[in-house]
């Protein structure tokens, strides 16, 4: 296969990789700027990783020559230094151990005197029951006086109709007696 073609089908595939048209040596190829860094950072942390090797070796290298052994009268003293020293130390943990758990009884103390002065669940639940039910029965009022008031209105209404349905009964028959006379004549005036 002609190195020419395959070039081009990288270009095309992988485009911005090689930034040289088809050639055959390699150092006229130009790696893409991702690769570029990639390269460098691992290069920084090759050489990073050797001195740091290097600076570990180095140590080892010039690191005193440990000191002969204590003798037994200096190693039981030294015991004894030790053991005081742990003992005051832990009586200080102790101490501080004391203080931190009385300090947490004391706020413990305090938030058991303040859920003692909440009121209970069953206490709102009953204040709760009992607002509601004034509520209620307030609103069963106010609608017990809403029906009797339509109520006083419909039989107003209903007396209202019958009186209007007398007055315009009478003023149906008052009419029937003033139209024959307005077509004759008056009975109380003389003929002339």
């Not at 090689?18 to 006229?28: H, I, N, Q, V």
């Not at 030790?82 to 009884?105: I, N, P, Y």
């Not at 009964?169 to 109380?188: F, I, K, R, V």
Request: hydrophobic residues 40%; contains cysteine.
């Amino acid at each position: 296969m002609d190195e020419c073609s395959s070039t081009a089908l990288v270009r095309n595939v992988y485009p911005g990789t090689l930034a040289t048209p088809c050639g055959k040596d390699y150092k006229e190829r130009i790696v893409s700027k991702d690769f570029n860094i990639l390269s460098e950072v691992g290069l920084f942390l090759a050489g990073a990783l050797a001195a740091g090797w290097l600076a570990g070796r180095r140590r080892e290298d010039f690191a005193p020559a440990a000191a002969p052994g204590p003798t037994p009268e200096r190693s039981s003293e030294n015991w004894g230094r030790a053991l005081a020293d742990l003992e005051r130390r832990m009586a200080a943990q102790e101490a501080a151990t004391t203080e931190r758990f009385a300090a947490v009884e004391a706020k413990m103390d305090e938030q058991v005197k303040r859920l003692s002065d909440l009121p209970s669940t069953q206490q709102i639940i009953g204040a709760m029951e009992q607002l509601i039910a004034k509520t209620m029965a307030s609103l069963d009022d106010r609608l017990t006086s809403q029906a009797h008031s339509i109520e006083v209105l419909k039989s107003t209404v209903s007396q209202t109709d019958s009186l209007l349905e007398r007055v315009l009964e009478s003023l149906d028959s008052l009419q029937t007696y003033a139209e024959p006379l307005e077509l004759g004549d008056d009975p109380l005036r003389p003929a002339v």
